[in-house]
Each structure stands twice: as structure tokens, then as C-alpha cells.
């Protein structure tokens, strides 16, 4: 799939160069006549186009998850059904080791950041006006998933396990500051990354505010587990 949307992103960049090569000539009395027919030629394709990307993109974040998670052993699932009262209550009652060693992955985030990077080079070419914000809300959505709930808030609920409760006989366990600094280190990628990004391409849409609040509930969540191990 990722073959097959590079070679139309190439093509479709090629033919639009070549259009404004060719309309210096003037081989036609209509000026929109050439990107009429690079429309025409391209369609079909770009009309599957979104569903290809925001697909692939899926994929890979899924590839790369399973590639860290695996490094572990066993594919750890984030514990369901807890809300905070339950976590704080886990913490307390903990008197034994149970976490596992910590799968933060610092490479993690980069090659996330790396594959939402080269979707949307391509949506602003392959796509326009409101369908090019659209997918560029699903991309970063998609990351903030992948990265902040799936990965991230994962580990995080982990490494609260590894917190040592009340009994003073109990020794500390520092692996809950190192999930508070990888967690730290994230979501100051994250946040780079939408600030110079995705926030000029969006600016003044519906799309911005759906993000800025979606990004806003992800980094409350986290800073929400990182409180309950601090307390």
C-alpha cells in the first residue's frame, strides 16, 4: 500500500509540474485547461485516495507497536474498566514486584512522528480544501492513539504496579520516574509536532478545535496517571 500511494503522490506531483511548465505556452485559450485534464487523469484515484492513506497510516502504527511490544514478550492490553478510584486503590493495596520491566521505547514516538510526517506531505497534494483537513484531523488523531493511549497510558498503568505501597520495609522502585520522563519526552514531541505542522494547516477550521480538544482530553489522561503515582 505504501508502494502504491508514493508512486500516485510522484506521479500526480510530476504531471502538476509539468502543467505549469506547459502553460507558459499557451496551448490552450481556456488558462485552466491543463489542470482540468490533470484532474480528469487522476480522478478515479484520488477519490479512494483518503481511505488508502488514513489506512496504511493505521498499519504501520500497528506494525510498529507490535515490533516494541513484542521486544517484551507477551502483547501487554491496557487494563479496561479502571477508573482512577480503582488505580489509587491498586496502588495502596500493592505490597509485592508485579510490574513487568518497562517497554517505553524512545524510537517509538520518532518513527510514529516519521510515518504521520510522509501521509501528510501527501494529503496537502492529494488532497483539497475541506477533505485535506479532514485527513489531516485523522492522521493526528491516529498518533495521538497510537502514542498516547495505546502505548503511553499502557505503560504508564504499568509502572503505577511497580510503585512499592505504604509498608516501610518496602524498597524503592524508580521506574515510575522513568515512565514520567519517556512520558514527558512524548508529549513534548507531540506537542512540536502540532504546533509547526499541524495547527498552520488547520487554523480557523472546525477540524482545529476537534483536535485541540481531543489532544487536550489524551494529555489530561496522562497527567492524571502520572498524579495518582506522585501522590
Keep these: 500500500m505504501e508502494k502504491y500511494l508514493q508512486t500516485l503522490f ?8 509539468l502543467s505549469n511548465e506547459l502553460q507558459t505556452q499557451k496551448i490552450s485559450d481556456d488558462p485552466a485547461f491543463l489542470h482540468k485534464l490533470n484532474q480528469h487523469v487522476f480522478k478515479n484515484y ?3 485516495y483518503s481511505k488508502y492513506e488514513i489506512n496504511c497510516l ?9 515490533r516494541i511490544e ?35 521505547s524512545p524510537d517509538l514516538a520518532a518513527a510514529l512522528l516519521n510515518d ?24 493526528f488523531l491516529r498518533l495521538l492513539n497510537t502514542l498516547g493511549n ?37 508529549i513534548q514531541l507531540i506537542e512540536r509536532y ?3 505542522e499541524i495547527a498552520p494547516l488547520l487554523l480557523g477550521t472546525q477540524q482545529q478545535t476537534l483536535l485541540l480538544q481531543a489532544k487536550e ?3 489530561g489522561q496522562l497527567e492524571e496517571l502520572i498524579n495518582i503515582g506522585v501522590d
Excluded at 58 to 66: A, G, N, P, R, T
Excluded at 75 to 88: A, F, N, V, Y
Excluded at 120 to 133: C, K, P, V, Y
Excluded at 164 to 183: M, S, V, Y
Design 10 to 17: 510522484t506521479l500526480n506531483k510530476k504531471a502538476t509540474k
Design 46 to 48: 484520488l477519490k479512494s
Design 58 to 66: 493505521e498499519e504501520k502504527f500497528q506494525m510498529h507497536l507490535e
Design 70 to 104: 513484542s521486544s517484551g514478550g507477551q502483547r501487554r492490553i491496557k487494563p479496561t474498566g479502571l477508573s482512577i478510584t480503582d488505580l489509587i486503590q491498586q496502588r495502596l493495596l500493592n505490597t509485592t514486584d508485579q510490574a513487568d520491566e518497562s517497554r517505553f
Design 116 to 139: 504521520c510526517k510522509t501521509a501528510l506531505s501527501r494529503i496537502t497534494t492529494l488532497s483539497e480544501g475541506s477533505e485535506a483537513s479532514e485527513n489531516t484531523l485523522k492522521c
Design 150 to 186: 495505546q502505548h503511553i497510558e499502557t505503560e504508564l498503568q504499568y509502572s503505577l504496579q511497580a510503585i512499592p505501597g505504604p509498608e516501610p520495609k518496602q524498597e524503592p522502585d524508580i521506574r515510575f520516574f522513568h515512565a514520567i520522563l519517556h512520558t514527558n519526552n512524548s
Design 194 to 196: 502540532f504546533v509547526m
Design 217 to 219: 482530553k489524551t494529555f
